[in-house]
DNA sequence: TATTGTTATACTCTATAACTATA
DNA sequence: TATAGTTATAGAGTATAACAATA
């Protein structure tokens, strides 16, 4: 029952107790935040580290890629258009269909994403560090649950195809 | 020691324990995104639901609204004539400093940052709703612990003046 | 016919630089 | 001179609609 709820969380106003809304709210805003700034050292954008990111580990098509980053295609055409100026990704056409194209991570982008990666992963466990051992730990778990349960509750498909649909 | 650091948190790859960071960062990316998609609902993005949240308890100047969303001056006259143009904010001469103009929610603003505001609180307290109210508890009290230590690590004054400087 | 990807177009958001009006 | 705000311009990011090539 927070009678202001904060849409925008205000950076100067931390009182002894946070509801558990605003917690989560001005912590989601600070981690993300913390991902904004980390990326933009490296002259990237949030959604650009999100595209070098999901190829790290796949080699879409575009369309495939879209789904991935919840975008309209034509989107994703200009993302990986000024992705690919910068060499951090390379589009490869699809030899089992003429019309596709598989979008590949760069060595170049694979160091970039890594870099970032690496320093966000740092900057957020230096301010995990900040809590004494045993919250960490109740904080990880508690988290875990939570979005696990949150999966389960949007009946999520674990095993859900790329291909499907 | 996650050996693959989520930048992206993957969507369907919840395992049941993640590390505190990955934790934090997929936590972060779907209260994130909840206030996306929300606002999205009242044709708002992020920034001009941000725009009315620092409205809802300030008149700032331009310039103040510019320290306030750390954008620069001229982002933020684009910022205003959208939202102005919606009926959302006013724009009203300073009388104290003719060149500074002060900027106020309309009802329709403040109606609508509330709307938006409430469906967020209560989207975010039904997903800590699948959670028991011990960890709740916790989870709520842990956050607090987390963002004033953080607060007081980055040398926040909480009695920062918007004129100072 | 349906699908894949691009292009054309329009809008939001952002910053830098130049400008006007006031202080 | 310095500050407050706007304008001009440029670029990223997003979507819708129309299109070409392929399935």
């Known amino acids: 029952m927070t009678s202001r709820p904060a849409v925008v969380p205000a950076p100067a106003a931390i009182p002894d107790r946070l509801s558990p809304v605003d917690g989560l709210a001005q912590l989601s805003f600070l981690v993300y935040g913390t991902l904004e700034r980390l990326a933009a050292e490296h002259d990237l954008s949030i959604v650009q580290t999100r595209l070098l990111g999901v190829l790290r580990d796949r080699k879409p098509t575009m369309n495939q890629l879209a789904k991935l980053l919840g ?28 019309r596709a194209v598989l979008v590949n991570l760069t060595d170049d982008g694979r160091s970039l994403v890594s870099q970032v990666s690496t320093r966000f992963e740092a900057e957020v466990s230096t301010m995990l560090g900040l809590l004494p051992s045993r919250d960490r730990q109740a904080l990880s778990r508690i988290m875990s649950r939570l979005l696990a349960a949150h999966a389960a509750d949007e009946g999520v498909d674990l095993f859900a195809d790329l291909d499907a649909g």
Chains 1, 2 share one sequence.
Do not use: C, H, M
């Open 71 to 98: 975008l309209d295609k034509s989107s994703v055409t200009g993302l990986v258009d000024r992705a690919q100026r910068r060499g951090l990704v390379a589009r490869v056409p699809s030899t089992a269909d003429r």
